[in-house]
């Protein structure tokens, strides 16, 4: 079970990205914009993406070659249990 949480969360890059982006479901999101706002490199962020968009909890929105942007995947059940896990956590916190 680790060993699947890991796939998910993974390091503090990782984790860092997947909020960003459960903070701004529904939005599509450049690959930079991501890196700009988490005050991440860029290399990091697509690195660190790659996992969760193997995983489709993240789908790549194809606007050019050089263009890339991605935004959860909300049809994914992976992506349901984090949205409503993030929703609960922060009626919590």
Do not use: C, W
């Amino acid at each position: 079970m680790l060993q699947e949480l890991d796939k998910i969360f993974g390091g503090n890059a990782q984790l860092t990205v997947l909020e960003y982006l459960l903070k701004n479901r529904g939005k599509i999101t450049y690959l930079s914009g991501i890196a700009k706002a988490s005050e991440l490199s860029h290399s990091s962020v697509a690195h660190v993406i790659e996992p969760l968009a193997e995983m489709n909890v993240v789908k790549e929105i194809k606007i050019s070659k050089q263009t890339r942007t991605f935004a959860l995947n909300e049809d994914n059940e992976i992506t349901k249990l984090l949205v409503e896990f993030y929703k609960d956590l922060n009626k919590i916190i």
